[in-house]
């Protein structure tokens, strides 16, 4: 084995290491959006110069992480972790008010644990089955781009609202290029982090003004609620199989695979239908709460390790909501990355690893994960969120990302940069806020903008 090789391995692990760490402790603070932290911080990685294969596991493991820990505040605090845990609220709040919201904690997390793992060797499955059909899929993508962008939009709470929204952000995008190379300034990082920081940049905006400072206001501090901990296992690290019985087992099993093929629906939308789905298959009321739970937890890990791998390794284009999203990164981080590297070639991760180097490192990624974000969940989620509440402030996680955003666009673009950043963000996330749109959606009107566009020209 070559010295290169064994570099690369130690620093995948490493990265992977680091992403479970970093990404378990945000999953504690409620309201940590995927996109606006995962995507960014995956974009740092890249640029520091990580190899492929450490990128590749710092992006799945943290994101493995955060799926399992974002479920402690959703289940014992009533707020959901991020917007995947959304679907998770109305059992855990039931649970919550039967006075068991230890047991939907527990369950849920290890649904994560089992769909996890579950997903990675699925997900390569089913990208390996549509990898035949690349070449056409490729040839095809500005006008792919154009309609998984009608798609996504029309799927997200805005509807046709969100469909025409995408037409002032292409424009805008197309407006911003232009002015952008009339200074001789190529950018691409900071049109990414302007959406992935959209709705961030949009509320320190609005909070410049009487009205919208008056809003976010609070007269008090909040008032949270915590149940008591209870542990019912020995040791340090329990048995998922044990805290999940075995028809949840196979609920969560079935759920995870289904949801790893489906890569082209929106994660959220699978979360709700899968829940629902073994919702109907159970009748006691306690149990199903407690299955409905652990297989809509389950979904979230596997919708998102799906909808990233499979458009990574069969086609090279993000062309599901979480690749178009917080996965983005991994597909198109000029100069690294890239879609289109001028000639028509995609040049990104999808590239740099083989299918069976996906499989691997990716089993390697969940593993570490899980060995991270499981013990601590399931051991200290408790006084962890007791801390976050007490102690940890909003403002200073919002200040930290803000920071990140800065000093990125800056190294990109200088001022001019910075500027782009502040404005596509600034849109973007009135965009999300009042017409109801999430960043997967402006993400694909960026392809459409750069791809799309050009193409309809060209005719």
């Known amino acids: 084995m070559s010295s290169i090789l064994t570099s690369d391995i130690v620093l995948a692990v490493i990265l992977a290491v680091i992403g479970a760490i970093v990404f378990s402790l945000i999953g504690m603070v409620s309201g940590t959006d995927e996109t606006a932290t995962i995507a960014p911080l995956t974009l740092l990685v890249i640029l520091l110069g990580a190899p492929p294969a450490a990128v590749f596991t ?13 479920a402690a505040p959703t289940t014992l605090l009533g707020i959901p972790g991020d917007t995947m845990a959304v679907p998770l609220l109305r059992e855990a709040r039931m649970l919550r008010a039967l006075g068991v919201p230890h047991i939907a904690l527990r369950k849920a997390i290890s649904a994560a644990v089992i769909a996890a793992v579950i997903a990675v060797p699925a997900a390569v499955l089913f990208a390996t089955l549509l990898a035949p059909v690349a070449d056409h899929v490729q040839s095809a993508a500005p006008w792919l781009f154009l309609l998984a962008a009608i798609g996504i939009a029309y799927a997200s709470p805005g509807k046709w609202a969100g469909v025409v929204a995408l037409v002032p952000f292409v424009v805008l995008i197309l407006g911003l290029k232009q002015l952008t190379e009339s200074y001789d300034v190529a950018l691409n990082i900071s049109y ?14 609005l909070s410049l003004g009487p009205q919208g400072r008056a809003e976010m206001a ?15 296992w020995k ?33 959220v939308a699978m979360t709700v239908l899968m829940g629902e789905v073994v919702a109907t298959r159970v009748k006691h009321g306690y149990r199903r709460l407690t299955s409905v739970i652990a297989a809509r937890n389950g979904t979230t890990e596997s919708t998102y390790i799906a909808e990233a791998l499979i458009p990574l390794i069969a086609f090279g284009l993000p062309l599901s909501p979480v690749a178009a999203g917080p996965a983005a990164p991994l597909f198109n981080a000029p100069p690294v990355f890239t879609t289109d590297d001028g000639n028509g070639n995609i040049d990104n991760l999808s590239t740099a690893l083989t299918n069976t180097e996906f499989l691997l490192y990716g089993l390697a990624a969940v593993a570490v994960a899980i060995l991270i974000a499981y013990p601590f969940a399931m051991n200290f989620a408790h006084r962890a969120a007791s801390i976050v509440v007490r102690y940890v402030s909003h403002e200073a996680i919002i200040a930290a990302f803000a920071g990140l955003v800065v000093v990125i666009s800056v190294w990109e673009g200088g001022i001019l940069g910075l500027a782009v950043t502040l404005t596509v963000g600034l849109v973007g996330g009135l965009l999300c806020r009042f017409f109801k749109i999430h960043a997967g959606v402006l993400f694909m009107g960026y392809y459409v903008a750069v791809l799309t566009i050009p193409a309809v020209l060209a005719l």
């Not at 710092?58 to 974002?70: C, E, I, P, Q, R």
């Not at 990414?192 to 905006?205: E, H, Q, R, T």
């Open 235 to 267: 040791g340090y690290f329990p048995n998922p199989f044990r805290i999940l019985d075995r028809g949840q087992t196979g609920y969560v099993a079935a759920t995870a695979t289904v949801s790893s093929a489906t890569f082209v629906f929106s994660p």
């Open 58 to 70: 710092f992006f799945l493991a943290g994101a493995v992480a955060k799926h399992m820990t974002h």
């Open 192 to 205: 990414f982090l302007g959406i992935a920081v959209g709705p961030l940049i949009a509320d320190l905006f």
């Open 218 to 232: 609070r007269k008090e501090p909040a008032t949270v609620w915590l149940a008591p901990d209870v542990k019912t």
